[in-house]
């Protein structure tokens, strides 16, 4: 009878396929066991086009080749099934085999992080001066020529404009270069008493060399109350260089000129290096500079709203380039830039 022989040909194809396997094929094995399934049972498989002779086969036989048939199904979804089980133990054996973790080995030393020298020391300038009950403020890196020279009386044709000349996005705006904007925009917003630091970058058109950079960074800071003096000054700012430098730091004013501040300062630290005697550090001066100060300019109060008769104030503004370099013997300010991590792991 042709449909039994066609269900009995089917199932030994069936076997002889799936004795046919090679389970040392672990990429491959499962997708070829799919294709059996699809083969032999799917749709349009082998199976169905035997179970389209059904339709000839004499209504006394019917039951007998329906059980036939049936027996067939489960027979090759049983020889399929294990082979599928074969197959994941084959996969899982391979995988443990090949992808055994030697805990003898030595272990791959993650590299640990850590702050830039110059995070290092603005963390450590902000502390100090938080500590002072300074506030902190933010100010923008873009700026308007008011704010970064106009209303620190630095009008358009002032030569000082020549050592701050920067980047100029429109006539108008440009990179701030100095931190002492931000003096005037909390003078705006903030009356006396005023303490505050405002830390940030600021650019220059600088060429780069080993002192100078287009980019740097600064620490403005600003004090503005009644009966504040340059006696005020001098004592933060000595506490300060103690506190950065060592106990037996002293620091000098020397006349200087902004004209935002008046009279104006610069701060000499005694060279940590030799305490003051003269060395290649501080060029046989003994001494060096910090930043530069002063008491805030009458005419930058008024422009800010703020009666020069009733307050007065101070400023400073340092490089944190600057004391980054001093405090840890960097000689070179491109090494801050380059991103080296030989250099930069001497800071962990
Ligand atoms: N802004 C000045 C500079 O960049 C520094 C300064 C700040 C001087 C505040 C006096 C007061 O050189």
Redesign the pocket.
């Known amino acids: 009878m042709d449909m039994e022989k066609a269900i009995i040909k089917l199932t030994d194809d069936a076997k002889a396929a799936v004795a046919a396997l090679d389970f040392s094929d672990v990429s491959g094995i499962q997708g070829k066991i799919d294709a059996l399934m699809v083969r032999f049972l799917g749709k349009s498989g082998e199976l169905t086009a035997v179970l389209r002779g059904m339709k000839d086969v004499s209504s006394e036989d019917k039951p007998r080749m329906g059980k036939l048939v049936n027996d067939a199904r489960f027979m090759i979804e049983g020889l399929l099934k294990d082979a599928g089980n074969r197959a994941e133990a084959a996969v899982l054996d391979f995988k443990l085999k090949t992808e055994k973790i030697d805990i003898t080995a030595p272990s791959v030393m993650q590299e640990k992080g850590a702050l830039h020298p110059l995070t290092i020391t603005r963390n450590m300038l902000v502390d100090y001066f938080v500590s002072m009950g300074f506030s902190v403020t933010d100010g923008p890196e873009i700026e308007t020529d008011y704010y970064n020279f106009q209303a620190l009386n630095i009008p358009s044709d002032h030569p000082a404009r020549d050592s ?1 000349d920067t980047f100029f996005i429109t006539d108008n705006l440009l990179l701030r ?4 904007a931000a ?1 005037v925009r909390t003078m705006e917003k903030v009356k006396p008493p005023i303490k505050m630091i405002s830390p940030g970058r600021v650019y220059r058109a600088d060429e780069v060399d080993a002192t100078h950079s287009p980019v740097f960074h ?1 620490i ?1 800071g600003l004090v503005v109350d009644k009966g504040i003096t340059l006696c005020d000054l001098k004592g933060i700012l000595d506490a300060f260089a103690k506190h950065l430098f060592g106990e037996h730091t002293k620091t000098r004013l020397r006349p200087s000129f ?1 004209p ?2 008046e009279p ?1 300062v610069e701060v000499d630290a005694s060279c940590v290096h030799c305490g003051g005697k003269g060395c290649k550090a501080c060029k046989g001066a003994g001494w060096i500079e910090i ?4 008491m805030v300019n009458r005419r930058v109060l008024q422009v800010c709203g703020i009666d020069p008769d009733v307050y007065s104030g101070f ?3 340092m490089g944190i380039d600057r004391i980054t370099n001093l405090k840890f013997g960097v000689t070179d300010m491109r090494l801050l830039f380059e991103n080296d991590v030989r250099f930069l792991k001497n800071f962990r």
Do not use: H, N
């Open positions: 701050q270069s100095q931190t002492s003096q600064q403005e902004f935002f501040t104006s930043l530069g100060a002063g400023a400073f503004g």
